[in-house]
Every structure is written in structure tokens, then in C-alpha cells.
């Protein structure tokens, strides 16, 4: 599926580019990622029962990837020092390669 999107992509780029004899002075390319976060039990009973914040498993998730996409460590993705403190409380395996 994702080979034959690719070359779908592609086939595109080569019609709105004539083949190539069309040069493309300017562009952009914007690429979105998603992911979604799945619990065990409804969202309040993950924070009720389970006494667990969604808000901070999502962040390390958003961490991660952006540390990835950026070629940075999460410590350098963070705006300041009192936020990278509180997220080393919760997620200290990021911060071990720092």
C-alpha cells in the first residue's frame, strides 16, 4: 500500500512537472505525523483509578518523536530548565543519554 501510494506521489511531481522540463523554483513539503495513545480504561479511570496522567504519557510520546525528527535531545526540546526538571520526574529513561 505505501509503494503504490509512493508512486502515485510521484507519478504526480512528474505530470505537474512536465517530466522535469518544468523546473520547481520554489516549494514545500509538509509532513504530518499522528499517533494516537490507547489506555486500559476510560480516560477517568485511568486518572481516577489507575492514578495515572495521559497528559504526561503524551509528552514523552511527543518527546520522542520530536527528538527524533530533530536530531535533539529532549533536554534541548524543552523551553526551560523547571520544565525539563518535571519531566525527568516522569520520564528519566529519555534524560539517561544526556
Do not use: W
Not at 516549494?27 to 479511570?45: D, G, I, K, P, Q
Not at 504526561?56 to 523547571?82: C, G, R, W, Y
Amino acid at each position: 500500500m505505501q509503494k503504490k501510494e509512493r508512486n502515485k506521489a510521484f507519478d504526480l511531481l512528474d505530470a505537474l512537472s512536465r517530466s522535469g522540463s518544468l523546473p520547481i523554483a520554489c516549494a514545500e513539503l509538509h509532513v504530518f505525523v499522528a499517533a494516537t495513545h490507547c489506555f486500559e480504561n476510560s480516560l477517568m479511570a485511568t486518572v481516577i483509578q489507575d492514578n495515572i496522567n495521559p497528559i504526561e504519557k503524551m509528552e514523552k510520546s511527543m518527546l520522542i518523536v520530536a527528538s527524533t525528527i530533530f536530531d535533539l535531545s529532549p533536554a534541548h526540546l524543552l523551553k526551560n530548565e523547571q520544565e525539563e526538571e518535571r519531566v525527568v520526574k516522569y520520564s528519566p529513561a529519555l534524560f539517561e543519554c544526556d
